[in-house]
């Protein structure tokens, strides 16, 4: 069967994205030998994930869940966010503390890592989108210490060996992490003023 181009076209259109760049994110997230007809089918996917705000707040609630019900598998992580980005990640946890008193920065970050691309391509993919349209380049931050799950924990483990393995700079970890932790902010529904 082959893959029809208009269907593809639109599916972009429906991500903000072109027929060009919708590829480029399907083989990266599936891999450079996934067939193009599965693109199609990935792309509903993640227009229906990024319209639907209730699905990131399960994957919020499912990070709260983890770490209350097994809080030893959680174990800190030294990261250094962009300075934009970690703001808002605060801010967004002050203003779900209202609702949600147990909430923490770290279950964002948690959920951000444990949803995010898992391979290098859709990583770098999702730093290089962030920082195109943002306008600037990421600052290194200060580092901080969050806990995260161990899924989270691996998911930084594998993004170090992949980047060694690629010849990339280590540094481009925290780029990565605040690209993801900002997509997963934007995903979220905004909060109603106070």
Not at 38 to 49: F, K, L, P, S, T
Not at 65 to 90: E, G, K, M, Q, Y
Not at 126 to 142: A, D, K, N, Q, V
Request: net charge positive; charged share 25%.
């Amino acid at each position: 069967m082959t893959t029809d181009f208009h269907q593809l076209q639109r599916a972009a259109r429906a991500l903000k994205l072109t027929y060009q760049q919708l590829l480029a994110r399907y083989h990266a997230d599936r891999g450079q030998d996934a067939p193009r007809s599965g693109a199609i089918a990935w792309a509903q996917r993640e227009a229906e994930r990024a319209q639907d705000p209730a699905r990131a707040r399960r994957e919020l609630r499912a990070s709260i869940d983890s770490r209350n019900f097994t809080v030893r598998s959680w174990a800190p992580l030294n990261c250094r966010l962009d300075p934009d980005v970690h703001v808002a990640l605060i801010a967004r946890a002050d203003l779900d503390r209202e609702k949600t008193p147990r909430i923490s920065p770290s279950h964002y970050l948690d959920a951000a890592l444990r949803t995010g691309p898992r391979q290098l391509d859709g990583q770098l993919a999702c730093m290089r989108e962030f920082i195109t349209t943002r306008g600037t380049p990421l600052s290194r931050g200060r580092a901080t210490v969050y806990s995260v799950s161990t899924d989270a924990r691996t998911t930084i483990q594998a993004l170090h060996t992949a980047l060694d393995a690629a010849h990339r700079p280590r540094e481009e970890t925290w780029a990565v992490v605040s690209a993801l932790v900002a997509r997963f902010l934007g995903r979220l529904a905004p909060q109603p003023p106070r």
